[in-house]
Nanobody, 114 residues
Framework: VQLQASGGGLVQPGGSLTLSCVAS????????MGWHRQAPGKKRELVAA???????NYAVPMKGRSTISRDNFKNTVYLQMINLKPEDTAVYYC?????????WGQGTQVTVSS
């Protein structure tokens, strides 16, 4: 499956953004979809993930400031982010995973700066 991430941009500290990840085919049977991010000079890290059953996991850095959701009819996963901080600046990547394969989108840049 191919993943197309969008919604990144420049936002001031305290601002909000919603990222979208559109899959090229149905996500109904995809076990896990998630958002990761990678800041310059740092390793890629999990932000949030959502399982096929709708259960969600959030990593500590953005827990309480992010919400992940999936729309199976639109083949889309969203990441709503609020109260953004400069340290949230990174390229955000969408990921889809099953037992058989693992796919990554191209990433969307999020820059938090005044």
């Amino acid at each position: 499956v191919q993943l197309q991430a969008s919604g990144g941009g420049l936002v001031q500290p305290g601002g909000s953004l919603t990222l979208s990840c559109v899959a090229s085919e149905s996500i109904l049977n995809i076990d896990l979809m998630g958002w990761h991010r990678q800041a310059p000079g740092k390793k890629r890290e999990l932000v949030a993930a959502i399982n096929r059953d709708g259960s969600k996991n959030y990593a500590v850095p953005m827990k309480g400031r992010s919400t992940i959701s999936r729309d199976n009819f639109k083949n889309t996963v969203y990441l709503q982010m609020i109260n953004l901080k400069p340290e949230d600046t990174a390229v955000y990547y969408c990921n889809a995973r099953t037992l058989a394969w693992d796919s990554w989108g191209q990433g969307t840049q999020v820059t938090v700066s005044s």
